[in-house]
């Protein structure tokens, strides 16, 4: 099993950026897929971006050229750097994790962390 817990998350202006971080427990990171997800008021949670336990990126196409994402196994760790930051970002963020293939789906996903707030003003 792996426990996620995100931080990051802020009020921020249209246009700035912010660093998530999702900091995971256990031995065996490097084996899970991490996928961040996002969720707004009254709205499905929806794929952000996804790290491969081999490396590979995936982005939504509504983040792609705006997000980067990360890992740093020997910190238990992922980051999701996020620039140029639209009002429509506002949301939830989750970071999830799963040991299965890297998916874009909600429901491929064993682990979530408890979320964190990011809120982009106009």
């Known amino acids: 099993q792996v426990q996620l817990v995100e931080s990051g998350g802020g009020l921020v202006q249209a246009g700035n950026s912010l660093r998530l971080s999702c900091a995971a427990s256990?031995?065996?990171?490097?084996?899970?897929?991490i996928g961040w997800f996002r969720q707004a008021p009254e709205k499905e949670r929806e794929f952000v971006s996804g790290?491969?336990?081999?490396?590979?990126?995936y982005y939504a196409d509504s983040t792609k050229g705006r997000f980067t994402i990360s890992r740093d196994n020997g910190k238990n760790s992922v980051a999701l750097q996020m620039n140029n930051l639209k009002p429509e970002d506002t949301a939830v963020y989750y970071c999830?994790?799963?040991?299965?293939?890297?998916?874009?789906?909600?429901?491929?996903?064993?682990?979530w962390g408890q979320g964190t707030q990011v809120t982009v003003s106009s």
């Open positions: 999830a994790a799963n040991t299965a293939l890297m998916s874009r789906g909600v429901t491929d996903y064993d682990y």
């Open positions: 256990g031995r065996t990171f490097s084996s899970y897929n």
């Open positions: 790290i491969s336990r081999n490396g590979g990126r």
